[in-house]
């Protein structure tokens, strides 16, 4: 593995790594108050943003490979706020779209999508942005709402079949697997309240042939679901205890991410990982720009700098997820372990959170009856 994290220095940045979820301003016109409207570098460097980012070793990635080249090349400062998805979106919900406590913030598809139809966040002038025909279509269109543009990608992982090699010796191939009877005892299944459960409950109800808006799809997945009573040892709710539970061995196989696995591996953890035959699941994180926001104009020069190629492909590379510029050209260790670009993601399964989210809560109890 190349790029920011080439020299981990032991599993627990590895542990770290990766989160892994309609109104406003738009930018092209917006400037707010004193401090928003200079686009020199002048007039920068009398400017703070205020930027998320998911902490640990994700977030000392994120600020070498796009706060340094930005506060270099604008003498701009940035105050980065680490901490995830649910904290953010109550601060901008709390904030109302006026104030907001950030400028630019993170989200995947689970928080973004309420987010924008709240009108918390602000659409984008993607003709401002340098780089916005580099992103890639797909992963730019799910951070799209309503025909406006809201957010750029930064990187999407798959989630798929996260495994022990050293007690799996065949591979996994797709999803039915995990049902197999000889991994009976040593399954660790996330929730559905945490993303790689719900994209995984998503990948069961596509690969059976339904859909989440379909409630008899959703009902044979729950039955399907079942067949595991008894044989899950584990139920990680984050991502430190699904890096512990395959760790020290209380579970060989799980539905997880593809960057987490191939940095658990590149740290010397036998780790295999699985991109399903019937389509892996999408887990995407885009940026976007806070409804309010007084600072428009840096904000969108921020967004040039995280989208462009020279930028993300280190911190693609240093986290194993692919980038949202379609124009790098990656290193041959990467090409040879993530599966990335157009028609890849095209074949993709995407979680609906206009359908999950509002009934994910009584989801998860139906899962609480099935596993106590």
């Not at 269109?141 to 406006?148: L, V």
């Amino acid at each position: 593995m190349k790029g920011g994290f080439t020299r981990l220095a032991g599993l627990g940045m590895v542990v770290a790594l990766a989160a892994t979820a309609c109104g406003g301003v738009d930018t092209a016109g917006s400037t707010g108050g004193s401090t928003g409207g200079s686009t020199g570098t002048d007039g920068a460097a009398k400017q703070e943003l205020t930027v998320t980012a998911f902490a640990g070793a994700w977030g000392e990635l994120f600020k070498k490979s796009f706060v340094e080249p930005f506060e270099r090349d604008t003498g701009a400062k940035v105050n980065l706020v680490y901490g995830a998805n649910a904290e953010w979106l109550t601060k901008l919900r709390a904030a109302g779209g006026k104030n907001p406590p950030f400028d630019v913030i993170a989200f995947t598809p689970d928080a973004s999508l309420p987010a924008a139809s709240a009108g918390l966040l602000q659409p984008l002038a993607t003709d401002r942005l340098a780089h916005f025909k580099e992103l890639d279509p797909v992963l730019a269109g799910k951070s799209a709402y309503d025909g406006k543009q809201y957010g750029v990608p930064l990187t999407t992982g798959s989630t798929g079949l996260l495994y022990r090699t050293d007690k799996i010796k065949t591979p996994p191939a797709d999803w039915a697997d995990l049902f197999d009877k000889q991994y009976c005892g040593h399954v660790a299944l996330p929730p559905l309240t945490y993303n790689p459960g719900l994209e995984f409950f998503s990948a069961l109800v596509t690969s059976q042939g339904g859909t989440l808006s379909d409630p008899a799809a959703v009902d044979k997945a729950f039955d399907k679901l079942a067949t595991l009573k008894g044989c899950v040892s584990s139920f990680p709710a984050n991502a430190g205890n699904a890096a512990t539970v395959i760790e020290n061995g209380d579970a060989w196989i799980m539905p997880f991410w593809d960057g987490r696995a191939f940095a658990m591996a590149q740290a010397g953890s036998p780790i295999g990982f699985t991109y399903p035959k019937s389509g892996p699941v999408g887990a995407l994180t885009s940026y976007f720009v806070a409804a309010g926001t007084q600072k428009s104009d840096l904000a969108n020069k921020f967004l040039d700098h995280l989208t462009a190629a020279q930028n993300q492909k280190p911190f693609a590379e240093g986290t194993w997820y692919a980038a949202g510029n379609d124009s790098i050209s990656y290193s041959e260790p990467f090409e040879q372990k993530v599966k990335h670009g157009p028609d890849v993601f095209k074949k993709f399964i995407w979680v609906d959170y206009a359908v999950a989210t509002p009934k994910l809560n009584e989801w998860q109890q139906r899962w609480n009856q099935i596993f106590g």
